[in-house]
């Protein structure tokens, strides 16, 4: 179990993303320690190593990046897009590298059915991190990611028996991330709860 400790929130599933997530969202958080989580969190999404004041020797900020704890590296804030609530991940397992290029569509049912929310295209890392346009309220509901499987198969000469795979899954609360990875073949398929 962890607990803020500037104001009532606690989880009893304590995850780097949602302390995170919360400490994003917490009014009780000091303005100082707020500038710090949102500058760790920028830097931790753009994959930009700390290198410090002086590039060389660890410093007090390196060290805490490195153990995981928000610290506050050199340089100006940048600000970054917010990241998709929902995520996925595609890998063929055929060419044992990331589906590049792959469709992407994500449903959420509603009283009448399911309806499309966005459409992405996987990237070069076989990924669609801005999934869920920033415009878009999420809710707690049941979503599905449709993966265009024949096309990507087609584009690349490949036969294949699975011309989409849809994932159905279930959003229960808003402060968790939802990342959904695909194992591909022509053939067969496998998927998990990611993180």
Known sequence: MAQCQFCSWKTDH????????HALACD??????RA???QWQQEKDAGKPDT???GGAPTQAKKRK????????AGAVKTMPPKSPITCHVLDSTSGKPAAGM????????????AQIATAVTDSDGR??????????????IFKITFMTSEYFTSRGILSFYPFVEIPFEVKTLDEHYHVPLLLSPYAYSTYRGS
């Open 66 to 73: 490195q153990s995981g704890a928000p610290g506050a590296g």
């Open 52 to 54: 410090g004041a002086e």
């Open 103 to 114: 469709q992407i569509r994500v449903d959420r049912l509603s009283p009448t059915g399911f």
């Open 36 to 38: 710090m989580v949102e």
């Open 28 to 33: 009780g958080l000091p303005a100082d320690k």
């Open 128 to 141: 669609c991190s801005t999934l869920i346009p920033s415009s878009f309220k999420m809710e707690v509901g």
């Open 14 to 21: 304590p995850k780097a993303f949602r302390m995170r997530n």
